[in-house]
C-alpha cells in the first residue's frame, strides 16, 4: 500500500473517531450552556468539571434493556436507528476541514483533509440530509404508536417543507463561487477586502445565510423546531419506543446532523479554514473555531426560544422562508451576471 | 471490484428491488424497496461518469417524491393492500381491469424487444459531456428549451389539477328554505 492510501484510510477513520466524539462533546456542552442560561450548576459530580457525564451517559444507556414493543414492525424497527446514524456520518464524507497539507513533510503529495473530494460535493450533502429523513418517519411508523407515529408524519412533512429553503440558499452560494464543490467554495472565500473585511460569503449573502441556518434548524429537529420529538405533546415523538443503543443512534445522529450543518454552513458562508493569524497548515484550528460558534449559537436557540406552533412552523417554511430564499437566489443571479460580483 | 462488477451488482439490485415492489402485500415496504432500486439506478448513472444525475436521482426521486408516498401510505397506515378479487383466482381468468393489466404487460414486453432489437447505434455523447454541469446546464436550456418548457408547464398543470381535486369546497350558508 501507498503511503497516501494509508493516509487516507487513516483520515476516515480520524474523521468518524472525531464525529463519535464530538456527539460526546456536544452533550456536555450542551448540559453545561443550558445550565448556565438557566443559573445553574450543570454536570460537577463525574470527573473534573463534570466532563466525563458523556461517558457516564454511554455506559448507561449500554447497559439498559433493548426494548421493543409487541405490534412493532421487527424489521423496520431495528432498521430505522441504523439509517438515522449512517446518514448522519456519510454526510460528513465530502466536508472538507483545512486546506491541503503534506503532515510536515510527511507525504510526498499534498493531502486534502477532506475524506472523498466529489465535485458534486454539496449536492452529495444535500442528497444525505434528504435521506436522513427515513430514519425518523420510519422509527414513527413502524413503532406501532400514536405519538411515534405523529413525530414521524411531523418529521416527513417538517424535512420536505424546509429542505427546498435549503436548496434554494445553497442554490445562491453556488452561482456565487460558480462551482459545486466545497473545497472550490471555500478557496473562493480566501483574502480580505480592503485588508481587513474577509472575503466570506456571509457578507455578500447575509439572506442566504440566514435562510440556511433557519432552514438548517428545522432540518436537524432542534428548538425552536423540535416538532418530531415535542416533549410537552408527543412524549417523546418518533423515538418514544426506543431505549438502550437505539436509542442512542438517534441521540448520535442528532448531535453528528448538527456538526455537519455547522461545518457546511462554515465552508460556505465563513470562509472555512482561512483566518488571520495562523499559517495555512494550521487553517483547521479556524474551521473547528467558527464550528464552535455555530455549535454554541445552536445551543443557545434551543434554550432560549419557545417551540413554535405546527401551523406557524408550515406557515413560516412556506410563506416566508421559501418566498424570501427564492427571490434572494434570483437577485444573486441578476447581480453575478450584471455586473459580476 | 472492477465497474463491470459493480454494473451487474447495482443491475441485479434495481432489478431484484423493482419486482419485488410488486410483489409486496405491505405498501411501506414497497415504498422502501422502491428506494432501494432508486439507489441502484443512481450506483449505475455514477458507472457511466455522470455523478451529477445520479445525486439529482437521489434528492429528487428518493429524497423528495419517495419521502411524500411514505407519508401518504403512513397516513393511510394500511397495512395490507384491499383487493377486490378473489385471489385463488387465475389473474388471466379474472373478471375486470386485471386482463387490460395484463394485455399491456405483454404489450410493453413487445415493444421493449422491438426496441432493443431494432434500435440502432446513437453513437454516444461526447466525452465529459454528462460529467459537467454546466454542460447539462448549457444544453438544457439551448437546445432543448422548448422540450424543459413543455415539460413544465405539463407538471404545472398537474399540481393545478392536484390542487383542483383536493380543495374543499367553501362551505355555503344554509338558507332557511332549503332541506
Not at chain 1, 442560561?37 to 457525564?53: A, C, E, H, S, T
Not at chain 1, 480580505?192 to 445565510?209: A, K, N
Given at each position: 500500500?501507498?503511503?497516501?492510501l494509508i493516509a487516507q484510510?487513516?483520515?476516515?477513520l480520524?474523521?468518524?473517531v472525531?464525529?463519535?466524539?464530538?456527539?460526546?462533546v456536544m452533550?456536555?456542552?450542551?448540559?453545561?450552556?443550558?445550565?448556565?442560561?438557566q443559573?445553574r450548576m450543570g454536570?460537577?459530580?463525574?470527573?473534573?468539571?463534570?466532563?466525563?457525564?458523556?461517558?457516564a451517559?454511554?455506559?448507561?444507556l449500554?447497559?439498559?434493556?433493548?426494548?421493543?414493543?409487541?405490534?412493532a414492525?421487527?424489521?423496520?424497527?431495528?432498521l430505522?436507528?441504523?439509517?438515522?446514524?449512517?446518514a448522519?456520518f456519510?454526510?460528513?464524507?465530502?466536508v472538507?476541514?483545512?486546506?491541503?497539507?503534506?503532515?510536515f513533510?510527511?507525504?510526498n503529495?499534498?493531502?486534502?483533509?477532506q475524506?472523498?473530494?466529489?465535485?458534486v460535493a454539496i449536492?452529495?450533502?444535500f442528497?444525505i440530509?434528504?435521506m436522513?429523513v427515513?430514519?425518523v418517519?420510519?422509527?414513527?411508523?413502524?413503532?406501532?404508536?400514536?405519538y411515534?407515529l405523529l413525530?414521524?408524519?411531523?418529521a416527513?412533512?417538517q424535512m420536505?417543507s424546509?429542505?427546498l429553503s435549503?436548496?434554494?440558499?445553497l442554490?445562491?452560494?453556488l452561482?456565487?463561487a460558480?462551482?459545486?464543490?466545497?473545497?472550490?467554495?471555500v478557496?473562493?472565500q480566501?483574502?480580505t477586502?480592503?485588508?481587513?473585511?474577509?472575503?466570506?460569503?456571509?457578507f455578500?449573502?447575509?439572506?442566504g445565510?440566514?435562510?440556511?441556518?433557519?432552514?438548517?434548524i428545522?432540518?436537524?429537529?432542534?428548538?425552536?423546531?423540535d416538532?418530531p420529538?415535542a416533549e410537552?405533546e408527543?412524549?417523546?415523538g418518533?423515538h418514544?419506543e426506543?431505549?438502550?443503543m437505539?436509542?442512542?443512534?438517534?441521540?448520535l445522529?442528532?448531535?453528528i446532523n448538527?456538526?455537519?450543518?455547522?461545518a457546511?454552513?462554515?465552508d460556505?458562508?465563513?470562509?472555512?479554514?482561512h483566518?488571520?493569524?495562523?499559517p495555512?497548515?494550521?487553517?483547521w484550528?479556524?474551521?473547528l473555531?467558527?464550528v464552535?460558534?455555530?455549535?454554541?449559537?445552536y445551543?443557545?436557540?434551543?434554550?432560549?426560544l419557545?417551540?413554535?406552533?405546527?401551523?406557524q412552523l408550515m406557515r413560516?417554511g412556506?410563506?416566508?422562508?421559501?418566498?424570501?430564499?427564492?427571490v434572494?437566489?434570483l437577485?444573486?443571479?441578476a447581480?453575478?451576471?450584471?455586473?459580476?460580483? | 471490484?472492477g465497474?463491470?462488477t459493480?454494473?451487474y451488482?447495482f443491475?441485479?439490485?434495481?432489478?431484484?428491488?423493482?419486482?419485488a415492489?410488486i410483489?409486496?402485500?405491505n405498501?411501506?415496504y414497497?415504498?422502501l424497496?422502491?428506494?432501494a432500486?432508486?439507489?441502484a439506478?443512481?450506483?449505475?448513472?455514477?458507472l457511466?461518469?455522470?455523478?451529477?444525475?445520479a445525486?439529482?436521482?437521489?434528492?429528487?426521486?428518493?429524497?423528495?417524491?419517495?419521502v411524500?408516498?411514505?407519508f401518504v401510505v403512513?397516513l393511510?397506515?394500511?397495512?395490507?393492500?384491499e383487493?377486490?378479487?378473489d385471489?385463488?383466482v387465475?389473474?388471466l381468468?379474472?373478471?375486470?381491469?386485471?386482463?387490460?393489466?395484463v394485455?399491456l404487460?405483454?404489450?410493453?414486453?413487445v415493444e421493449?424487444?422491438?426496441?432493443?432489437t431494432k434500435?440502432r447505434?446513437t453513437?454516444?455523447?461526447?466525452?465529459g459531456?454528462v460529467s459537467?454541469v454546466?454542460a447539462?446546464?448549457?444544453?438544457l436550456?439551448?437546445?432543448?428549451?422548448?422540450?424543459?418548457e413543455v415539460?413544465?408547464v405539463?407538471?404545472?398543470?398537474?399540481?393545478?389539477?392536484?390542487v383542483v381535486?383536493?380543495?374543499?369546497?367553501p362551505r355555503?350558508p344554509?338558507?332557511?328554505g332549503?332541506?
Amino acid at each position: 500500500m501507498s503511503a497516501f492510501l494509508i493516509a487516507q484510510i487513516v483520515l476516515t477513520l480520524f474523521v468518524f473517531v472525531m464525529l463519535l466524539s464530538s456527539a460526546a462533546v456536544m452533550v456536555y456542552a450542551e448540559r453545561k450552556v443550558a445550565a448556565i442560561l438557566q443559573q445553574r450548576m450543570g454536570p460537577y459530580l463525574v470527573g473534573p468539571k463534570g466532563m466525563l457525564q458523556p461517558l457516564a451517559d454511554v455506559i448507561k444507556l449500554m447497559f439498559k434493556e433493548e426494548l421493543r414493543p409487541r405490534a412493532a414492525d421487527a424489521f423496520l424497527f431495528a432498521l430505522a436507528p441504523m439509517i438515522s446514524a449512517t446518514a448522519a456520518f456519510a454526510a460528513f464524507a465530502v466536508v472538507p476541514f483545512g486546506a491541503e497539507t503534506t503532515f510536515f513533510g510527511l507525504l510526498n503529495e499534498p493531502l486534502r483533509l477532506q475524506v472523498a473530494d466529489v465535485n458534486v460535493a454539496i449536492l452529495v450533502v444535500f442528497a444525505i440530509a434528504s435521506m436522513s429523513v427515513y430514519g425518523v418517519v420510519l422509527a414513527g411508523w413502524s413503532s406501532n404508536s400514536k405519538y411515534s407515529l405523529l413525530g414521524g408524519l411531523r418529521a416527513s412533512a417538517q424535512m420536505i417543507s424546509y429542505e427546498l429553503s435549503y436548496g434554494l440558499a445553497l442554490a445562491s452560494v453556488l452561482v456565487m463561487a460558480n462551482s459545486l464543490s466545497l473545497s472550490d467554495i471555500v478557496n473562493h472565500q480566501a483574502g480580505t477586502w480592503f485588508g481587513v473585511v474577509p472575503r466570506w460569503f456571509l457578507f455578500i449573502q447575509p439572506v442566504g445565510f440566514l435562510v440556511y441556518m433557519t432552514a438548517g434548524i428545522a432540518e436537524t429537529n432542534r428548538a425552536p423546531f423540535d416538532f418530531p420529538e415535542a416533549e410537552q405533546e408527543l412524549v417523546a415523538g418518533y423515538h418514544t419506543e426506543y431505549s438502550s443503543m437505539s436509542f442512542a443512534m438517534f441521540f448520535l445522529a442528532e448531535y453528528i446532523n448538527m456538526v455537519t450543518v455547522s461545518a457546511v454552513a462554515t465552508d460556505l458562508f465563513l470562509g472555512g479554514w482561512h483566518g488571520p493569524f495562523l499559517p495555512a497548515s494550521l487553517g483547521w484550528v479556524w474551521f473547528l473555531l467558527k464550528v464552535g460558534a455555530i455549535l454554541f449559537f445552536y445551543i443557545w436557540m434551543r434554550w432560549t426560544l419557545p417551540r413554535y406552533r405546527y401551523d406557524q412552523l408550515m406557515r413560516f417554511g412556506w410563506k416566508v422562508l421559501l418566498p424570501i430564499a427564492a427571490v434572494n437566489l434570483l437577485a444573486t443571479a441578476a447581480g453575478v451576471l450584471y455586473f459580476g460580483i | 471490484m472492477g465497474s463491470d462488477t459493480l454494473f451487474y451488482l447495482f443491475g441485479a439490485i434495481a432489478i431484484g428491488a423493482s419486482l419485488a415492489v410488486i410483489g409486496q402485500r405491505n405498501p411501506i415496504y414497497s415504498v422502501l424497496l422502491l428506494i432501494a432500486s432508486f439507489g441502484a439506478l443512481s450506483g449505475l448513472y455514477i458507472l457511466l461518469d455522470a455523478p451529477f444525475v445520479a445525486v439529482i436521482q437521489i434528492i429528487v426521486y428518493a429524497g423528495a417524491i419517495m419521502v411524500l408516498f411514505l407519508f401518504v401510505v403512513m397516513l393511510l397506515n394500511a397495512p395490507h393492500e384491499e383487493t377486490e378479487y378473489d385471489e385463488r383466482v387465475h389473474p388471466l381468468l379474472r373478471s375486470g381491469p386485471t386482463r387490460f393489466g395484463v394485455a399491456l404487460a405483454v404489450a410493453l414486453m413487445v415493444e421493449l424487444w422491438w426496441a432493443l432489437t431494432k434500435g440502432r447505434e446513437t453513437g454516444g455523447f461526447p466525452e465529459g459531456s454528462v460529467s459537467s454541469v454546466a454542460a447539462i446546464g448549457r444544453s438544457l436550456f439551448t437546445d432543448y428549451s422548448f422540450q424543459f418548457e413543455v415539460t413544465s408547464v405539463l407538471i404545472l398543470v398537474a399540481m393545478v389539477g392536484a390542487v383542483v381535486l383536493a380543495r374543499r369546497e367553501p362551505r355555503r350558508p344554509r338558507s332557511p328554505g332549503n332541506p
